[in-house]
C-alpha cells in the first residue's frame, strides 16, 4: 500500500492548515504477514505484531528503577585516615541521613538521602566534614555491550549510524529531553511508557496527548528516537537513556496548523526540551509561515537543536526542514542509497535510515509496525543529537549541528551534495569529535621556580572527569618526552588536582625549559583523550624580604616603616603591592619596568604617600613582589604585621591565694582575654605599691582566653604576707607596641589547712514524730520530748506520713569535705521509708531505708553543711502503711580547718 499525494500547507476556509507529514511510504515486510485492524488494512504501511520475544502485560524493569531510583537519591563517602566507620555513621545519622550500605575493603560508606532533593543537601552537609575524605553523588552505570531488547538484531541502522559507542557510555546524570511534535504518543506502550515525560495536547485542551492517528504516526516516530533501551522489551531507541515529551499537534487525520504546531514548539522548549523532533512537512512551493519560523528562532535561543524531516515529494526540501538552522534530514536504505521520494536541495543537511523501519505502534495496532519515509529517518538524527548533548552537555545547539554535520560518512558525490547533504549520521564519529570526558583542564602558575618557598615552586593540573576513563597524566618535554609520571590507570568522575614540583621521576630538578602537562587515554566507546596545557620552569626571577616584619606607625620613631629589599636576575616588569588579610590591595609601591639587580621600597603603614594620611588597621598584610617577563610572572610573598594601638587585654580576674604548700588554694588562678598575638607578661604588685612583687612572663600567646598562676611568692621564692594585692598584665605586639591592662584584686591569706573529722551519735532526740497528711500540718509540728528509747514513726493509711528529724551543731568555722549518715532502724510493713534533710517544711529525700532495716550509711552531699551553718537537720520519714523504729543516728562530718 502506498500513499497517495504529499500533504502540504494550504489555504482552507480561511486558516493555514498544516497537514500532517505522514512522511512514510509503503514497505514490503518478509518477517510477518500485514494484520488488519478493525476490518480494514493498515494504511500507510504493514504493520507487524509485537515480536515473539516482548513480553505482555507490566514489564519487569526492576533492575532498571533499583539502580536508577537509588542512585538518584544516594551519596558516596569515603572515610578519612583513622576515623572509624561507627564514627562516621553517627555524624552522618546525626544530620538526618541513613548509612544502607559499606565496603570496608575501600573505607566506604553508602548513604541514602531519600530523594534527589535530600541528596543535593546530603552532599552539601556532609562535604565540609573533615571526617570524610571524599564525598560524591551516587551515579547510574549499566554493563557495557550490547543491550538484551529483542529486536536488536533487525536494527540494522543502528549499526549504519555507528551507534554501538553510545552503549558503552554510561548514563548522563541529568537525562536529555527529546520532545516529539507529532500525532501524540500511545501513553500504554510497554517500550515507551518508562522513558515518557509528562506531555500536553494542543489538539483537544485539557486531554492527554495520546496518539490517535489513522497510523500511529507520532508513537513510531517516539520509538525511533528513544524507546526504552537494555530492558529486554522490543527495540531499542538511538538515544539510550533520552527522555521523551510527547507534544500532539496533529490530529487524528495527521493535520495540523501552523500556529498549533509553533506552540507546541514554544512549550516544548519551555519545558526543557533539548531537541525537538519535526516529522512533518507543508509544501515546498509555499512560504514557511512566520508563526513557526518564529517559534523554531525562540528554541534555537534556548539552545535547542531543531530536527525536521526533508519531505517524501522527490522535490525540494520543504517547509519546517528548510527553515535556517534546522537540520533537515532526508532518508536512505539498508544499502545506504537515497530513497526515491525522498526531497532534496542545497537546504539538505544530512541523511538517515528511514526505509522499512520496525519501531513502535499504539497497543491496538499490535505495539510495533514498519514504516518507510523521512519521517522515520529525521528521529534518528533527533537521538544522535540527543546524544551528542548527553555526552557534551556544554555544546550549544549550533555546535551540535556542526558536530552531526562535520563528522558524518559523506555518500553520493564526494563533500556535500543535494542528495546526501552532508551525509549520513555516524554517531561514534560526533561522539570522538565533540564528548568532554575530561573537562575544564587548568595549569597554573604557567612559569614555576623549584626553588622557591613562595607560590611559584609547583604547578597544578586540574581538571574535571566527567565520566570514567583510562588515562596517564605525565608532564612532556616538548618533544614528547615523558619527565614525570603523575597518574596512570582509571579516575573515576570528580575533581581531580595533581601537583608537580618541577622535578623527574628521580627527583631531580629538571633543566629550565618549557614542558607540558599531558593527559592522554580513552573514554568509553573509544573516545580518544589528548589534552595538553604549558608549564615552563625557571630559576626565580625575583627574591624580596621585608625588615622589620612587624612595624607600629604611630610615629614615634621605632618600626614606623618597614624596607621591602628585593634582587630582579633579569629585566622584568615589577609591581609591588601590599594586601590585607581579604586579599584586597591596600597600596601600589612600585608599578614599572626594572633592570637587573638589587632594588628597595619601603611602606610606612599607610594607605597612600599622601601627607596626613592615617595608617591602616592593625592587622596583617602581605607585600607581594611580582615580575614579568616574556616567559611568565614570578610572584613572591612577604608577611608584614602592623599594629598602633597594641593588643589589649580585659576580664583579667585572680583567685584569693593561700601561699602554704598544702593542697588547699596554694596558688591564685589569674585569667584574661587578649585581643592579639603579644609577647604577654602577669605582674604583681602590693595594694598600694608601683613596684612589681613579682613577674610571671607569659611568652608569645595569641589571641583568645589566657590562663596563669601565682603561687604566692616573691621574686626569690619566699611566701608574701597576708594582706590584698593586685594583678596587672603587659602585652608587647610584633611592632613593639606595649599595652598595660587595668589592675585586677587578689587576696593573700596568712592561714594554713588543717584537716580533721568530728562525728556525733544521738539516740531518741527528735521532734514530734506524729503522723500528717498535709504540708500545713507538717509546718505546724513544734517541739517534742526526749524518747530515751529511740523514735518509732508509723503511718497507718498511704496517704500518711510520720517523720522525725534531728537537729545537730557542728562548729561554724570547719570546711566541710564530706558527711555521712549511719542509722540503727528497724522496719516493718509496706510503706516507704527515707533519709534525707529537713528544710523547715519538708523532707528532701536522699536515700531508701531497706525494707527490713539495719544499719544503713548515706552520705549526703557537702552542699547540705556550710561553713557558715551552725546546725545540720537530718530527717527519716514513713511514708505509707508500716512503721520505722530509729535506734539511734550517727553524723559524720570530714572538714578542714584554716587558722
Not at 500536553?200 to 497510523?215: E, H, I, L, R, Y
Not at 573529722?757 to 526526749?786: C, K
Amino acid at each position: 500500500m502506498t500513499t497517495t499525494g504529499v500533504p502540504r500547507i494550504r489555504s482552507a476556509a480561511g486558516l493555514l492548515v498544516l497537514a500532517a507529514a505522514l512522511l512514510w511510504s509503503a514497505a514490503p515486510v518478509a518477517a510477518a504477514d500485514p494484520v488488519t485492524i478493525d476490518g480494514r488494512g493498515a494504511q500507510g504501511g504493514a504493520l507487524v505484531p509485537a515480536p515473539p520475544a516482548a513480553r505482555t502485560g507490566a514489564p519487569d524493569r526492576a533492575h532498571v528503577s533499583t539502580a536508577a531510583g537509588s542512585a538518584a537519591r544516594r551519596v558516596v563517602v569515603k572515610l578519612a585516615p583513622g576515623v572509624a566507620t561507627s564514627t562516621a555513621a553517627a555524624a552522618i545519622g546525626a544530620r538526618g541521613f541513613r548509612v544502607v550500605g559499606r565496603i570496608d575493603a575501600i573505607r566506604t560508606l553508602v548513604v541514602d538521602a531519600g530523594s534527589a532533593a535530600g541528596r543535593d543537601r546530603a552532599l552539601e552537609a556532609l562535604a565540609g566534614d573533615p571526617r570524610f575524605a571524599a564525598v560524591e553523588p551516587s551515579r547510574t552505570l549499566r554493563a557495557a555491550g550490547v543491550p538484551n531488547d529483542p529486536m536488536l538484531a533487525s536494527e540494522w541502522w543502528l549499526d549504519a549510524m555507528n551507534v554501538r559507542p553510545w552503549w558503552d557510555w554510561p548514563q548522563p546524570a541529568t537525562p536529555v529531553t527529546i520532545a516529539i511534535v507529532d500525532t501524540g504518543v500511545d501513553l500504554s506502550n510497554p517500550d515507551l511508557a518508562p522513558v515518557l515525560l509528562p506531555g500536553k495536547n494542543f489538539v483537544t485542551a485539557g486531554m492527554q496527548p495520546q496518539d490517535d492517528g489513522v497510523n500511529g504516526h507520532g508513537t513510531h516516530v517516539a520509538g525511533i528516537a528513544a524507546a526504552s533501551t537494555n530492558d529486554g522489551i522490543g527495540m531499542a531507541g538511538v538515544a539510550a537513556g533520552a527522555r521523551i515529551l510527547p507534544v500532539k499537534v496533529l490530529d487524528a487525520t495527521e493535520n495540523g496548523e501552523d500556529t498549533v504546531v509553533a506552540q507546541g514548539i514554544v512549550w516544548a522548549t519551555d519545558q526543557g526540551a533539548r531537541v525537538v523532533n519535526l516529522s512533518m512537512e507543508g509544501a515546498p512551493e509555499e512560504p514557511c509561515p512566520r508563526a513557526m519560523t518564529d517559534a523554531i528562532a525562540y528554541a534555537r535561543s534556548k539552545d535547542v537543536v531543531v530536527v525536521a524531516a526533508a519531505g517524501n515529494g522527490s522535490s525540494a526540501v520543504a517547509c519546517p526542514a528548510r527553515i535556517p538552522g534546522v537540520l533537515s534530514v532526508g532518508a536512505v536504505d539498508k544499502s545506504g542509497q537515497a530513497w526515491s521520494r525522498s526531497n532534496r536541495g542545497p537546504q539538505l543537511s544530512l541523511v538517515a535510515p528511514g526505509v522499512a523501519i520496525t519501531s513502535t505502534l499504539p497497543t491496538g495496532m499490535g505495539g510495533y509496525g514498519v514504516l518507510t519515509g523521512t519521517s522515520m529517518a529525521t528521529p534518528m538524527v533527533s537521538g544522535a543529537a540527543a546524544i551528542v548533548a548527553a555526552a557534551a552537555p556544554s555544546l550549544g545547539e549550533t555546535a551540535i549541528r556542526e558536530a552531526l554535520t562535520s563528522t558524518a560518512k559523506d555518500l553520493g558525490l564526494p563533500g556535500r551534495d543535494d542528495t546526501y547533504g552532508a551525509g549520513i549520521v555516524d554517531v561514534g564519529r560526533a561522539l570522538a569529535a565533540t564528548a568532554e570526558p575530561v573537562s575544564g583542564v587548568s595549569a597554573s602558575p604557567a612559569v614555576i621556580a623549584p626553588e622557591d618557598a613562595g607560590t611559584a615552586a609547583a604547578a597544578t593540573l586540574s581538571f574535571t572527569v566527567v565520566v570514567p576513563v583510562d588515562v596517564t597524566v605525565a608532564v612532556e618535554s616538548i618533544d614528547g618526552t615523558v619527565v614525570r609520571a603523575l597518574r596512570s590507570g582509571r579516575l573515576d568522575a570528580g575533581v581531580q588536582s595533581i601537583a608537580w614540583d618541577g622535578r623527574d621521576d628521580a627527583g631531580v630538578r629538571v633543566a629550565d625549559g618549557d614542558y607540558r602537562f599531558a593527559i592522554r587515554g580513552t573514554a568509553p566507546g573509544g573516545v580518544p583523550i589528548e589534552l595538553v596545557r604549558p608549564v615552563a620552569v625557571s630559576a626565580s626571577l625575583v627574591s624580596a624580604r621585608a625588615t622589620p616584619a612587624a612595624i607600629s606607625p604611630n610615629g614615634d620613631g621605632k618600626a614606623d616603616r618597614t624596607s621591602i629589599a628585593f634582587t630582579l636576575r633579569a629585566p622584568a616588569t615589577v609591581v609591588v603591592t601590599v594586601g590585607d588579610a581579604a586579599g584586597r590591595t591596600v597600596r601600589t609601591l612600585v608599578s614599572g619596568a626594572r633592570t637587573a639587580g638589587a632594588a628597595t621600597v619601603s611602606w610606612d603603614g599607610r594607605r597612600s604617600a599622601s601627607a596626613g594620611s592615617p595608617p591602616v588597621s592593625d592587622g596583617a598584610y602581605t607585600v607581594v613582589v611580582s615580575a614579568t617577563t616574556d616567559r611568565g610572572t614570578w610572584a613572591i610573598r612577604v608577611p608584614v604585621a602592623v599594629s598602633v594601638r597594641g593588643v589589649a587585654v580585659t576580664g583579667i580576674a585572680a583567685t584569693p591565694v593561700f601561699p602554704y604548700v598544702d593542697g588547699y588554694r596554694d596558688a591564685s588562678a589569674i585569667s584574661f582575654t587578649q585581643a592579639g598575638a603579644a609577647t604577654t607578661t602577669v605582674y604583681v604588685y602590693a595594694a598600694t605599691s608601683t613596684r612589681a612583687v613579682r613577674a610571671l612572663p607569659q611568652g608569645r600567646r595569641g589571641a583568645g582566653k589566657v590562663k596563669a598562676s601565682w603561687d604566692g611568692r616573691d621574686a626569690a621564692g619566699r611566701a608574701v604576707a597576708g594582706g590584698a594585692y593586685r594583678v596587672r598584665v603587659r602585652t608587647v605586639d610584633a611592632g613593639g607596641v606595649v599595652r598595660w591592662s587595668a589592675y585586677a584584686p587578689v587576696t593573700v591569706s596568712g592561714k594554713r589547712l588543717y584537716s580533721g573529722t568530728w562525728t556525733t551519735t544521738l539516740r531518741g532526740e527528735a521532734r514530734d514524730p506524729r503522723s500528717f497528711t498535709t504540708s500545713t500540718e507538717l509546718a505546724s509540728i513544734g517541739p517534742s520530748p526526749t524518747f530515751d528509747g529511740g523514735i518509732l514513726l508509723r503511718a497507718d493509711a498511704p496517704d500518711e506520713r510520720a517523720v522525725a528529724f534531728w537537729a545537730f551543731a557542728h562548729p561554724a568555722w570547719t570546711v566541710v569535705r564530706e558527711v555521712t549518715v549511719t542509722l540503727d532502724t528497724a522496719r516493718s510493713g509496706t510503706g516507704d521509708a527515707g533519709v534525707g534533710t529537713w528544710n523547715g517544711s519538708q523532707v528532701d529525700a536522699l536515700g531508701w531505708i531497706p525494707d527490713a532495716g539495719g544499719v544503713a550509711s548515706f552520705r549526703f552531699p557537702t552542699t547540705a553543711v556550710t561553713p557558715a551553718a551552725s546546725t545540720f537537720v537530718v530527717a527519716v520519714e514513713q511514708a505509707g502503711p508500716g512503721s520505722t523504729d530509729v535506734g539511734s543516728v550517727t553524723v559524720r562530718i570530714a572538714y578542714a580547718i584554716l587558722r
